[in-house]
């Protein structure tokens, strides 16, 4: 619940208390009651959690009378039907970030006139462009406005829904949530030249998923950009009010090998425009808020799921790329090659337990195989009682999440805290020389089950 239902919620209850225990209320009862309603009409309007709650408040102001046994205990259920529901499926708070530094934010459409979009045979005009979002340390002020966490949300609704196998319905309040970030903040020149990192999301996935880690990086120092890879997306909403849809199903293809080579080499394209774009930034070739402010020496990638592999694969093509991580990442459409020969950079992956209960089965012993093979610092961890989606924000918006969607049973919060801090001291020790304790084995997190680890 959001501070404003606290006044709802106890005037309705003070309410049920004197009808269940007296059989009436009170006129001042009654008083109250209605202006909660209509002052929290007002300020927070309505959504779909309150509306028990809206129900049994007008039921109650329309009883004149003295109510017999049976409908005081039917009252006094449905009045804790409407606490049950709001907590359940919550506004959210995103976790406070820790860092020392104010959270910037900034939305980009960026379009590589360089590529034809393969996706869209249907229209051979198509160039390849995709949604960008970036987050940086910026100068605090006050009376600011936090940024939601999803815009377009009657687009994005039921893609959203479709995705996690419930009804859309249960998605129409996301756009109530605030992130701690604000829109187009200056950037805080204290912070100096900002090492990068990049963020790849998995395949249904958007980049709005890993936002407490793009915000737990950027108030620690760092310049985040995160994209949503166009089709691979759960959905792209453009400024213009067109969308790229999901179309990356492909279960049951008979060419679905050749289809997702062909899908992660777009998706390290993607990336290598990205950096491209830096490169044109810092330099001041493309004016942009950021402009100087970038450490191009110190650029990072991560992903999850197929975002994961397509982190591995760009570090493996682009020297520009200094340190990656994978996060429960999804190596099976990776190229035999990078398994078996590893990559260079310092190398972090981190993931659940097994993968048999996924509907993209990966084997477990994939990334145990590049891990030994990398030539460089290494890193293999596993979370202990974790799924595929508790490797992003998805944990935080239910405590009953992990009977819908794969999340497992680590406290929900617990879990996405521990991925963020192990990211985040990772790239640290890689791109700012900073020590980690937890991979250097001064602090022990009892969730992590470390493999060999090849320094």
Same mark, same amino acid.
């Given at each position: ?13 003070? /309410?049920?208390?004197? $009808?269940? $225990?007296? @059989? ?21 309007? &309505? ?15 329309? =009883? ?8 005081? %205990?039917?009252? @006094? ?6 606490? !049950? ?46 949604? $960008? ?9 006050? @009376? ?15 893609? !959203? ?9 249960? &998605? ?10 604000? %829109? ?5 020149? /204290? &912070? ?6 990049? !963020? ?30 166009? %089709? ?10 067109? +969308? ?11 060419? /679905? ?28 070739? $493309? ?6 402010? *970038?450490? *191009? ?29 994978? +996060? ?10 990078? =398994? ?13 337990? /097994? ?10 012993? =994939?990334?145990? =195989? ?29 405590? !009953?999440?992990?009977?819908? +969607?794969? +999340? ?48």
């Amino acid at each position: 619940m959001i501070k404003i239902d606290f006044l709802l919620f106890g005037a309705l209850l003070w /309410s049920v208390y004197s $009808l269940v $225990l007296h @059989g009436k209320i009170k006129k001042n009862n009654r008083i109250v009651l209605l202006s909660s309603i209509v002052i929290h009409y007002f300020l927070n309007g &309505a959504r779909w959690q309150l509306y028990p709650a809206y129900f049994l408040s007008i039921t109650i102001l329309l =009883i004149n009378k003295n109510l017999d046994k049976s409908f005081k %205990y039917l009252i @006094g259920t449905i009045a804790s039907f409407s606490l !049950i529901i709001p907590n359940i499926v919550p506004i959210i708070s995103f976790p406070d970030p820790g860092g020392a530094y104010a959270t910037g934010s900034l939305i980009h459409h960026w379009v590589d006139e360089s590529r034809d979009e393969w996706f869209t045979p249907e229209n051979s005009d198509d160039k390849r462009q995709f949604m $960008l979002q970036i987050w940086y340390p910026g100068i605090s002020q006050d @009376g600011t406005d936090k940024l939601p966490f999803l815009d377009h949300l009657e687009t994005r609704a039921k893609t !959203i829904a479709a995705a996690g196998s419930f009804p859309s319905f249960l &998605a129409m309040h996301l756009d109530l949530i605030k992130t701690n970030s604000v %829109y187009n903040l200056p950037p805080e020149p /204290s &912070a100096g030249l900002m090492p990068v990192l990049i !963020i790849s999301h998995g395949i249904t996935g958007m980049r709005q998923l890993h936002t407490s880690l793009a915000e737990k990086f950027a108030s620690n120092g760092f310049a985040v950009f995160a994209l949503d890879h166009s %089709y691979d997306a759960n959905i792209s909403v453009f400024p213009d009010g067109s +969308i790229a849809d999901y179309r990356s199903e492909i279960t049951g293809d008979p060419d /679905s090998v050749n289809i997702r080579k062909r899908q992660i080499d777009t998706r390290v394209s993607d990336i290598q425009f990205i950096l491209d774009q830096l490169e044109k930034i810092q330099s001041g070739a $493309l004016r942009h808020p950021l402009n100087g402010y *970038l450490d *191009l020496g110190r650029i990072g990638v991560t992903g999850h799921s197929f975002g994961g592999s397509t982190a591995a694969l760009i570090a493996k093509k682009d020297r520009r790329v200094k340190a990656v991580s994978l +996060i429960d990442g999804w190596m099976n459409p990776l190229p035999e090659n990078v =398994i078996r020969n590893g990559i260079d950079q310092p190398f972090l992956y981190m993931g659940r337990p /097994s993968w048999i209960d996924s509907d993209y089965p990966s084997s477990p012993s =994939i990334s145990d =195989i590049m891990h030994q093979n990398n030539p460089g610092p290494s890193y293999h961890v596993t979370v202990k009682n974790t799924r595929h989606l508790n490797f992003c924000d998805a944990p935080l918006f239910s405590p !009953i999440g992990k009977y819908l +969607i794969e +999340i497992g049973d680590i406290d929900r919060k617990r879990s996405v805290e521990l991925v963020n801090q192990l990211s985040l001291e990772f790239f640290d020790q890689y791109l700012r020389e900073k020590r980690s304790p937890i991979l250097n084995g001064s602090f022990s997190v009892s969730e992590f089950i470390f493999s060999n680890n090849y320094k």
